[in-house]
């Protein structure tokens, strides 16, 4: 069980061996232990190999900022192992308590659920979720933005809470945008079938696969999929196809937490098709479309802020 436990961790197992670790996690509280203290084993491992990567050298430049965000990250690890360390050793409680997990700007997540549900957590996305569920529902809250692909079970449907907007499912994928800082709203079915409410409002909506239901005001327009890259993201990659600068600006700005000022307004009608890998930053992007687009831009560090020129 336990090489199934670490390719479990790892991601590398099929959907029947998620399905079989989840019935075993649930079987006893002791192998819920277990699977934490080779949980915090593994981050611990992933943690030091991340630092053995980091450059012998850095430049004196770097802002206060920078490396008050790379003292979070590391902060954010140091907190994760001292929650699984108390996991470990304390009993499991026998109603179910909510947990939260954060993915910082610029970073993606993936976890399995305790019914063998897989998320995927984009930038900046915030999702509370119990530890384990109740008997009869699945509910988690989504600040951000998500991808799920839901463990069927008629008897327990699942719920994606997301401000006023709630996404249910019983056995499907999908995806979820909904950051709380912006008035928009995107559901998209991959394959079976979701229905979507509005908090105040009696109809729902049931989505049919290959279909995104989006709204800003409560009013939900359907309309078919038209790129599937997007949904790369879930892999990592910042997929464009035809996009504005001006669209694109406002994902920088979300995915990476900071604000552009495009001083040059001819700029933002000119149109981009690529793919960028989110963890190669920020700069690295803008350096890309410099090559098409002529511009220059500097860095406010103290108001954490991009003008481009």
């Known amino acids: 069980m336990e090489e199934l436990l670490k390719r ?3 991601g590398k197992v099929t959907s029947e061996e998620r399905r079989k670790v989840a019935r075993w996690l649930d079987r006893d509280p002791a192998n819920m232990r277990e699977f934490l203290a080779l949980r915090k084993l593994y981050d611990i491992s992933i ?3 991340d630092l053995r990567k980091e450059p ?3 430049s004196v430049g770097r802002s206060v900022r920078h490396w008050a965000l790379e003292a979070l990250k590391y902060a954010a690890i140091l907190v994760v192992a001292f929650l699984l360390a108390r996991q470990i050793w304390e009993p499991r409680p026998e109603t179910a308590t909510m947990q939260t997990i954060y993915v ?3 970073q993606r997540a993936e976890l399995t659920l305790t019914d063998g549900t897989e998320v995927w957590l984009n930038s900046s996305t915030t999702l509370r ?3 384990r569920f109740e008997a009869d529902s699945r509910k988690v809250e989504l600040d951000g933005e998500g991808y799920f692909s839901v463990e069927q079970d008629e008897s327990k449907p699942f719920t994606v809470q997301a401000g006023r907007y709630a ?3 019983l056995g499907t994928e999908f995806n979820v ?4 800082n912006s008035p928009r709203f995107e559901a998209a079915l991959i394959n079976g079938s979701v229905e979507i409410s509005v908090l105040g409002m009696a109809n729902t909506l049931r989505l049919r696969p290959n279909e995104v239901a989006s709204a800003s005001d409560g009013k939900i327009q359907v309309t078919p999929i038209q790129d599937y890259n997007y949904f790369k993201w879930t892999e990592g990659l910042l997929c464009l ?3 504005t600068i001006q669209s694109l600006m406002a994902k920088l700005e979300l995915y990476y937490d900071i604000t552009i000022d495009v001083r040059r307004r001819d700029l933002l009608q000119h149109r981009y098709t690529g793919k960028f890998r989110i963890k190669d930053g920020i700069d690295h992007v803008l350096k890309v479309l410099q090559l098409k687009h002529r511009f220059s831009y500097t860095r406010d560090e103290d108001k954490n802020m991009i003008i481009i020129n």
Do not use: C, D, L, T
Request: net charge positive.
């Open 104 to 106: 910082p700007p610029g």
């Open 8 to 10: 479990y961790i790892q």
């Open 167 to 169: 996404v249910h499912a």
């Open 47 to 49: 943690w030091q190999i």
């Open 129 to 131: 979720f119990p530890n």
């Open 177 to 180: 945008k909904a950051y709380r």
């Open 56 to 58: 012998e050298r850095r």
């Open 241 to 243: 196809e035809n996009e």
